[in-house]
């Protein structure tokens, strides 16, 4: 079998956001970087308290380079703000830094990224986590869970719930704002969207 290869021979020794994302663009620890248009690193400060960890970048992250620029990007802002957490303060990155797609026509479908792409990437994670060290880590959605504890959860069981089994800081883990977005219009929705904000409360400034 083929030794799994991951993002480690690219990650730097510095622990700057600036060369940990400058670094990632040349990065081909999975084969996800060959169709994708450019790595989708973080957004944030060194500075914040709170990291939020989604999936992997989308098709409108993977063309601007951002992410949660998306629509699932603004339900997020919106549940960010009702719950009081400033999106400026906050440090924002993915489990997985390529946008897996594939393509249908001229579209280009989300793909959920594989366990050994979670793997791959999870130096980066690494390092960010050593470059930021938040005070609580939020992730959204199962994948970004598995990434983050490192070991697969169910949503329902575990999301709500300050969790401290990490050394150094709090974990929680909720909904993804996707699955919030596919409610939007349908029955649910207002309760999805209510339940996102209620988790991201435990983890405001002033929880
Ligand atoms: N979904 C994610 O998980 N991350 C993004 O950056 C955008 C959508
Ligand atoms: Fe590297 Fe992660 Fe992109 Fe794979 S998805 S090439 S490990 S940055």
């Given at each position: 079998m083929a030794e799994q290869t991951d993002a480690s021979p690219w990650v730097p020794a510095s622990r700057e956001l600036p060369d940990l994302e400058s670094a990632a663009h040349e990065c081909r620890g999975c084969e996800l970087w060959r169709p994708a248009t450019q790595v989708v690193f973080s957004t944030g400060t060194r500075s914040a308290g709170?990291?939020?960890?989604?999936?992997?970048?989308?098709?409108?992250?993977?063309?601007?380079?951002?992410?949660?620029?998306?629509?699932?990007?603004?339900?997020?802002?919106?549940?960010l703000e009702a719950a009081g957490i400033d999106r400026a303060a906050a440090y924002l990155t993915n489990a997985v830094k390529h946008f897996r797609f594939e393509p249908r026509g001229k579209r280009r479908i989300h793909a959920k990224p594989e366990l050994r792409h979670l793997v791959a990437c999870h130096p980066w994670l690494d390092a960010e986590?050593?470059?930021?060290?938040?005070?609580?880590?939020?992730?959204?959605?199962?994948?970004?869970?598995?990434?983050?504890?490192?070991?697969?959860?169910?949503?329902?069981?575990?999301?709500?719930?300050?969790?401290?089994?990490?050394?150094?800081?709090?974990?929680?883990?909720?909904?993804?704002?996707?699955?919030?977005?596919?409610?939007?219009?349908?029955?649910?929705?207002?309760?999805?969207?209510?339940?996102?904000?209620?988790?991201?409360?435990?983890?405001?400034?002033?929880?």
């Open positions: 709170v990291m939020l960890v989604g999936e992997q970048p989308g098709d409108q992250e993977d063309r601007q380079g951002e992410p949660f620029v998306g629509p699932a990007g603004r339900v997020l802002d919106d549940a986590l050593e470059a930021v060290a938040p005070r609580a880590v939020v992730a959204l959605g199962a994948t970004a869970a598995r990434a983050v504890l490192g070991r697969p959860v169910k949503i329902g069981e575990i999301r709500g719930k300050l969790l401290d089994e990490l050394p150094d800081r709090v974990a929680l883990v909720t909904t993804h704002p996707s699955a919030v977005l596919r409610l939007r219009g349908r029955e649910g929705y207002d309760e999805a969207f209510g339940d996102l904000v209620a988790d991201l409360r435990l983890v405001a400034p002033d929880a």
